[in-house]
């Protein structure tokens, strides 16, 4: 058993956790730069847990632009052992309304503007992300957001696009009719990908504030009604985080679905052959198998 600490990445309109106790805003600094903002730790209910605001506190970071190796660095460094991504989306469903919450499990990336792997030449690694989510931490998610009588669907394909603009109208059906994807987003990738390279289990509650552009009703993507739809949205976020620590406990055993041994057999750099400066860089996403 190891000790639970749960990590929240904050996206729009969330910018904290309530009731944390002993609260401090923490400056990290990793191999990869330093994260989108100071680290805030606390406990909760009796759980360690972290804050991370993914654009930095007053929204600074584009979604391109967010550094997001750091941030899955700093959480690895400071003894995270699960993550909780919390974002705004487009809904592509009708009945995944604005308001609504979605656990996602699955991703198509369309992202290409971004480093997504802490490894590289002279440590090559290869990671399974067939199941890029953590059935355990998505089941918590949902009964959170159940208990906090939050509208929540189970399952669902989130399109990561570039940003920062919206998508096209024939973008939109494209994702919609010929791709069957349920919500877009600009930011849940690479996290994802990130996150099961540094053997953390990934969980993603994405909110709900709009239909995208597909919807004959609704018409084009609408800034202001967005913001409007955060406020309420950030409000519940809040209310499912308050029940992760008596949902996950204190005490974590290991991930029956393997999360945190993503790395076993993934690295095929031979140990004679292996960059000696990489092998330093990557000790603290990787040392428990590069020993």
């Known amino acids: 058993m190891t000790e639970t600490m749960i ?35 606390g406990v909760l209910d009796g759980v360690k847990m972290a804050f991370l605001p993914r654009h930095g506190r007053g929204h600074v970071h584009t979604p391109t632009s967010v550094p997001y190796r750091a941030n899955i660095a700093a959480l690895k460094q400071i003894g995270v052992t699960d993550v909780i991504s919390i974002s705004a989306v487009g809904s592509f469903r009708e009945h995944m309304a604005p308001g609504d919450f979605v656990v996602v499990d699955q991703f198509i990336d369309r992202t290409f503007a971004r480093e997504k792997s802490f490894f590289g030449p002279g440590l090559v690694a290869h990671v399974s992300v067939a199941h890029p989510t953590c059935p355990r931490l998505s089941d918590a998610c949902e009964t959170a957001a159940r208990d906090a009588g939050i509208t929540v669907h189970r399952g669902g394909t989130y399109l990561a696009m570039e940003g920062p603009q919206f998508s096209s109208l024939a973008e939109s059906k494209m994702y919609r009719e010929s791709w069957g994807c349920d919500v877009i987003g600009m930011t849940n990738m690479p996290e994802a990908k990130l996150a099961r390279e540094a053997e953390l289990c990934y969980a993603s509650v994405a909110m709900v504030t709009d239909y995208d552009s597909w919807h004959p009703e609704h018409g084009e993507v609408d800034v202001a009604e967005i913001i409007k739809t955060l406020m309420g949205n950030a409000d519940k976020g809040r209310n499912l985080v ?35 400066a990489m092998v330093e860089k990557l000790s603290a996403i990787a040392g428990r198998v590069l020993g």
């Not at 009731?19 to 330093?34: F, N, Q, R, Y």
């Not at 996950?248 to 140990?271: S, W, Y």
Request: aromatic residues 6%; glycine residues 10%.
């Open 7 to 41: 990590a929240v990445i904050g996206g729009s309109g969330i910018y904290d956790i309530d009731g944390l106790e002993d609260a401090k805003w923490t400056a990290i600094d990793t191999p990869w730069g330093a994260p989108s903002d100071e680290v805030l730790t």
């Open 242 to 276: 308050r029940r992760l620590p008596t949902l996950l406990g204190q005490d974590r055993a290991p991930c029956e679905h393997g999360c945190d041994r993503a790395l076993e057999f993934a690295i095929l750099t031979a140990p004679d052959a292996r960059d000696p």
